[in-house]
């Protein structure tokens, strides 16, 4: 995989596709999170982001990954109508790298409480500081065409996960964070199907959550963080 490196600290893999597969921190540089409000809508959110990096002291460069939150999963048109506008903010802000997009991005339609419109649910930027490894890899459905159930999707997945970190420079062991997104009837069977394999050492969250398009089920993303915070 390619990589390519933003002036904000980070490094990351390109993609054609409105976010990076993944990101992580150069030396000198560490990658933190900071979680908005419950239902902040995106717009307030790309403020909110402004403002929180302005008061850092921290470049637009040093953002590095978003994480959405959306009513309920697209069809591929409406998909693509929804990053046009995500598209318009991110190259307002000057993150385009050599024709990509750097931020990571999870993007998720919740079961539970889902939100009216489309939300920010938390960021992540580069701080100055010294440390292990950072990172964040993007969200990632199962491939399309897995067949075995549920554990092969995970299989599929976490495989997913592996390539982008290693393309990186990081690994399970630099994780401290990892979420399977997926429905509330998948919860019992994806218990007793899959192997958590090297997942398992930082420990899985699960959510309640469908990926954006309407095409899948499944989703898994992994970090690495130096810390988390909420506004």
Known sequence: MNVLKSPGGIRFLPTDGPFSAGVASESGYQIVRVRLPRHTPLEQGFRRVEETLQKAGRPLTSLCAMELRIPAPLTRKGFDEFNQGYLAQHEAWGLRIEGHMQAARTNVAPELDPPSEPCLH?????????????????????????????????????????????????????????QFYGPRDAHEAFALAADPGPVAAPGVRWFFSRPPVEDFRLELDVRGLARDTFI
């Open 122 to 178: 938390a960021f992540c930027h580069t701080v100055i500081g010294h440390g292990r490894g950072t990172f964040v890899i993007s969200g990632s459905p199962e491939p399309p065409g897995t067949e075995g159930g549920l554990g092969a999707d995970w299989d599929a997945m976490q495989n997913i996960m592996e390539e982008r970190m290693s393309a990186l420079g990081v690994s399970w062991a630099d994780a401290n964070d990892v």
